[in-house]
């Protein structure tokens, strides 16, 4: 599960830093031709990411209640 919260986390860092950089307009001309797909990483990153955060929550309680 670790292994795929990483995962979730490189798509918010991959899809969130071409907005950084085109908020500075650095990069913007490209942002614009590909904004929509690191929209879409971004936003696939972070649900991604809050399932998996709350999946590992629920099973360190579970596990927590068991010893």
């Avoid at 990483?6 to 908020?23: C, K, S």
């Avoid at 942002?31 to 797909?37: F, K, L, P």
């Avoid at 972070?46 to 709350?54: A, D, F, K, S, Y």
Wanted: proline fraction near 1%; hydrophobic fraction near 50%.
């Amino acid at each position: 599960m670790k292994r795929l919260n990483n995962f979730f986390f490189a798509l918010m860092i991959i899809g969130g830093i071409p907005m950084v950089l085109a908020f500075f307009d650095i990069g913007r001309s490209f942002y614009d031709n590909y904004r929509w797909w690191f929209l879409g990483l971004l936003w696939t990153g972070v649900i991604g990411n809050w399932i998996t955060e709350r999946k590992i929550k629920k099973q360190r309680t579970a596990h927590t209640r068991l010893s």
